[in-house]
């Protein structure tokens, strides 16, 4: 999921492991020599580990072999993007070391997705629901998250709450990231939400050409309002998001 320099020959490296969940290891001497682990380390490579337990919560990486890769995906800007973000929230939204062999699906299917059909707002969004109800999370989009009450005009998204808000409850919701949300959003959410897989997923978004935007802004805040910060990868979708606009 990520690597970063430690010492001077060192490499600390987060990894998603089928049998721990998310662990933190140390790749000694990844940086001087480039044999031990070559490619085995970065984002879009499957690999199959060794690790010890090293001191504190630190593992201690002792080999790591490519199992499968979808690197050639790297040469587009958007796929990296689109990968990293997907890398982030399974970092941000679930717990350390607590195994999730659905997580770890579920990043391979996003890797085949990216590699199969290009970037897609809509497998995103489908990665976001499933994490989210992975993490316990999973936002209301059937009914409201207060009450329980069926969903009309004047709804709103307050994910601080937890999803879709009734008229009446939303009179009370002040949380940062409220926003309106309306019957076409809320549709496209809960197509995704049922779609089998992530390739039928991405055919939603042919069918609500208007709705993306207001369901990514719901969903991204209610990620933003789990995690309590913003996520670095999604400053950078922005800004391509931005860069491609002024083309
Ligand atoms: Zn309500």
Same mark, same amino acid.
């Given at each position: ?36 682990? /070559?490619? &085995? @380390? $970065? =984002? ?6 060794? *690790?010890?337990? %090293? ?5 201690? #990486? ?38 999730? /062999?659905? &997580? @770890? $699906? =579920? ?6 997705? *990216?590699?199969? %059909? ?5 497998? #995103? ?123």
């Amino acid at each position: 999921m990520r690597a970063t320099p430690l010492r001077e020959s060192d490499l600390l490296v987060v990894l998603y492991t089928e049998e721990y969940g998310r662990v933190s290891a140390v790749a000694r001497g990844a940086r001087r020599s480039q044999r031990r682990f /070559v490619g &085995a @380390l $970065q =984002l879009l490579v499957l690999s199959r580990v060794q *690790l010890s337990r %090293g001191r504190g919560e630190l593992w201690n #990486l002792e080999s790591a072999e490519i199992e499968r890769e979808w690197t050639h995906l790297a040469s587009d800007v958007v796929s990296v993007a689109h990968a990293s973000y997907v890398v982030e929230l399974v970092g941000s939204l679930l717990p350390a070391e607590v195994p999730d /062999v659905q &997580a @770890l $699906q =579920l990043v391979c299917a996003a890797w085949d997705s *990216l590699a199969d %059909g290009g970037p897609s707002a809509a497998v #995103l969004r489908a990665i976001e629901l499933m994490l989210l109800d992975l993490a316990g999370h999973r936002p209301a989009l059937d009914s409201c998250a207060a009450c329980g009450s069926e969903l009309s005009a004047g709804s709103v998204f307050d994910p601080g709450r937890g999803g879709a808000m009734c008229r009446s409850c939303a009179a009370t919701s002040r949380s940062a990231g409220v926003q309106s949300f309306g019957e076409g959003p809320r549709a496209y959410l809960k197509a995704i939400a049922e779609s089998e897989s992530l390739a039928a997923a991405r055919e939603v978004d042919a069918r609500f050409p208007d709705d993306k935007r207001a369901a990514r802004d719901a969903m991204l805040a209610m990620v933003t309002a789990l995690v309590g910060r913003p996520l670095r990868s999604l400053e950078y979708l922005a800004k391509l998001a931005a860069a491609s606009k002024g083309r």
